[in-house]
């Protein structure tokens, strides 16, 4: 059973807040510099590592495209081969 919620027990009221809350923010210098030394921040590792999986993304994306192109390349030619040789045959019927 799930225990009351701190506004259920007295009517009326507002829920009870924790105002010794700190968001940790002691070391906080307004902006993340690349010279942190060997201790980085974390901002700046998931900087590095979101950086990173982008470039590997676009890499495969572009891979991905190429044998994309190469498969309608591939699936085209004998449509356009065809609306040739339909072209052909009725000029030569005329």
């Not at 700190?22 to 700046?44: M, V």
């Not at 085209?76 to 065809?82: D, H, K, L, N, R």
């Amino acid at each position: 059973m799930k225990p009351p919620a701190p506004s259920a027990t007295s009517r009326g009221s507002w829920p009870l807040t924790d105002c010794c809350f700190h968001a940790g923010l002691e070391n906080w210098r307004g902006y993340s510099s690349p010279f942190d030394g060997e201790d980085r921040s974390e901002i700046r590792r998931f900087h590095d590592f979101s950086r990173q999986h982008l470039r590997e993304s676009a890499r495969e994306r572009a891979w991905e495209m190429a044998v994309f192109a190469v498969v309608v390349a591939a699936s085209a030619w004998p449509v356009i081969y065809m609306m040739f040789f339909v072209v052909k045959l009725f000029a030569a019927n005329r």
